[in-house]
């Protein structure tokens, strides 16, 4: 029973860390506001309200573990952001050629920068520094400081939702209704998928039992999310711009666990040296990351000019500070080497349900402010005492038990150092 229990939870509860302080965090505040944090429209207006945060997180985590910073990430979105909204007013252009060029002045961005950290051997913290100020200086010169608003299609993608269609007896959006149908079917084929694969490579330690019930309670919540995202007031359901974050979730997500570059920018993060040693290229690392980045930033800008219909010389100002914060309390280690998209994106939930919960409950924002830098301070402090017991990191506990099997692909990629680089340091189980 004792054995069930610990593979439910994966290892532990403390893993769940930050997943239990988000639950903490809405029964407190939804007590609290008398019931006015799970709603529809509280809930749409989180995610559409943060969206943009959470983007950054997913390419700030990258970075981080691979031991960089990136103080440009507001300054690049608004600069995108700006470029995007002037284009299509005075050139006339289609809304979806404005954003494949936001998109290809955000990857100008990023070859630029990763160029100067890779190539020419700026600390991404200097080299980003100057980013900051030279697309802020960028953003206002282009602009003339003044605010230029974004077609209605643009406005789609930061603030609106999913379309309806098919019958309405269900008193549900069905776009809705159908994301999380298949998002539970998923969880459910991905659990008999793991209890096919155990059996076959004779994993005895795996109970069945507990991998059903995990899927089981995992579609529980994603029926309850289904619900109150698609219940809401007619013409609302479950945002575009959480849609683009779902995709870019299960894109990193892949990336990170699945694929050599995603191993070498733990390896690198974890130990330079040795990596180095390993034959990895350290440079080609750093410069992807870097590059990404600022990719994703492009991203956050247009989604966040969209939700507020224009773009102003005000935008991304200190939203790198916001994403860097989501990283670290999602369970990253300011050391590199250690921290996950999925942790860095409940990070960033926490963060946001702690303004939203504040808000509702007339908190001012300066005591906003000072209850953010504790949250965050108390979470790097968790991890860092963890750490000085021995302990892996919140999120790294989550992955217990992937660093073996994580260890056999590398070296059947034909890089056995790769995988033991972070093994020796005790990192690699916060790959996840």
Request: proline fraction near 3%.
């Amino acid at each position: 029973m004792k054995a069930a229990f610990k593979q439910l939870l994966g290892g532990g509860i403390r893993q769940f860390g930050m997943v239990i302080a988000l639950l903490a965090l809405l029964g407190y505040f939804q007590w609290s506001t008398g019931g006015k944090v799970l709603t529809p429209t509280n809930a749409q207006n989180i995610i559409n309200g943060n969206s943009y945060i959470l983007i950054l997180a997913i390419g700030m985590v990258l970075v981080i573990i691979a031991g960089h910073i990136d103080l440009s990430v507001g300054s690049v979105a608004a600069v995108v952001g700006i470029s995007v909204a002037l284009s299509i007013k005075d050139w006339g252009i289609p809304w979806w050629l404005g954003v494949l060029l936001g998109l290809g002045v955000g990857m100008a961005i990023g070859v630029w920068q990763g160029t100067w950290v890779a190539y020419v051997g700026i600390p991404g913290f200097i080299a980003t520094l100057a980013g900051m100020l030279i697309f802020r200086g960028m953003n206002q010169e282009i602009g003339n400081n003044l605010s230029v608003p974004v077609p209605k299609e643009i406005q789609k993608l930061g603030a609106g939702y999913l379309p309806e269609w098919g019958p309405t007896s269900t008193n549900m959006n069905n776009s809705t209704l159908l994301l999380g149908i298949l998002a539970i079917v998923l969880v459910v084929w991905s659990a008999f998928r793991k209890v096919a694969k155990s059996r076959r490579l004779g994993l005895e330690d795996m109970l069945p039992a507990a991998v059903y019930m995990r899927a089981a309670v995992l579609s529980v919540v994603i029926a309850y999310l289904t619900w109150l995202f698609g219940s809401g007031k007619p013409g609302t359901s479950f945002p575009i711009s959480g849609c683009i974050l779902l995709v870019l979730m299960i894109i990193y997500t892949f990336v990170a666990n699945r694929t050599i570059i995603g191993r070498h920018v733990y390896a690198v993060g974890g130990n330079r040296s040795a990596a180095a040693l390993s034959g990895v290229n350290i440079k080609h690392v750093n410069f992807l990351v870097m590059a990404n980045m600022s990719v994703l930033a492009a991203v956050a800008g247009i989604v966040f000019v969209g939700r507020s219909t224009s773009s102003g010389p005000g935008d991304g100002t200190g939203w790198e500070l916001d994403a860097i914060a989501a990283v670290f309390i999602g369970g990253a280690a300011v050391s590199g080497g250690v921290g996950t998209v999925v942790g860095s994106v409940i990070g960033g939930l926490v963060m946001a349900v702690l303004n939203n919960g504040l808000a509702l409950n007339g908190v001012g924002s300066g005591k906003t402010q000072m209850i953010k830098g504790l949250v965050l301070l108390l979470a790097v402090a968790f991890d860092v005492y963890n750490k000085v017991q021995g302990r892996p990191s919140i999120f790294g506990l989550l992955f217990k038990g992937k660093s073996r099997r994580a260890a056999e692909l590398v070296s059947e990629a034909g890089q056995e150092e790769v995988a033991e680089v972070p093994v020796a340091a005790g990192e690699t189980a916060g790959r996840g």
